[in-house]
Nanobody, 121 residues
Framework: QVQLVESGGGLVQPGGSLRLSCAAS????????MGWYRQAPGKQRELVAT???????NYADSVKGRFTISRDNAKNTVYLQMNSLKPEDTAVYYC???????????????WGQGTQLIVSS
């Protein structure tokens, strides 16, 4: 069984920084693309950033130049470094990963439970 657990959310002032982490655990053969999504109050869930197993990244226009996604394959962990935070970044941030469990040849998509970010003075 594979689980994703996010951490690092909290309350930050505008212009501040924070780093989110998402660790995958369980029976894992390989982890392919990992990503961060967010859902603000009253809004649809949207993609923030993705990173492939080889390190290729993709960002939403709203976070380009401010956020950086990275991963540590040895730790099965993906990070989201968030700088120059704005009130509109306030949302629940969710980690997603495409994983091949150790017990099967098939790839599955897994979601974390989310971590809250509030950007406010």
């Amino acid at each position: 069984q594979v689980q994703l657990v996010e951490s690092g959310g909290g309350l930050v002032q505008p212009g501040g920084s924070l780093r989110l982490s998402c660790a995958a655990s369980g029976s894992i053969f390989s982890i392919n693309t990992m990503g961060w999504y967010r859902q603000a109050p009253g809004k649809q869930r949207e993609l923030v950033a993705t990173i492939t197993s080889g390190g290729s990244t993709n960002y939403a226009d709203s976070v380009k130049g401010r956020f950086t996604i990275s991963r540590d394959n040895a730790k099965n962990t993906v990070y989201l470094q968030m700088n120059s935070l704005k009130p509109e970044d306030t949302a629940v941030y969710y980690c997603k990963a495409r994983v091949v469990p150790g017990t099967t040849k098939y790839e599955y998509q897994y979601w974390g439970q989310g971590t809250q970010l509030i950007v406010s003075s």
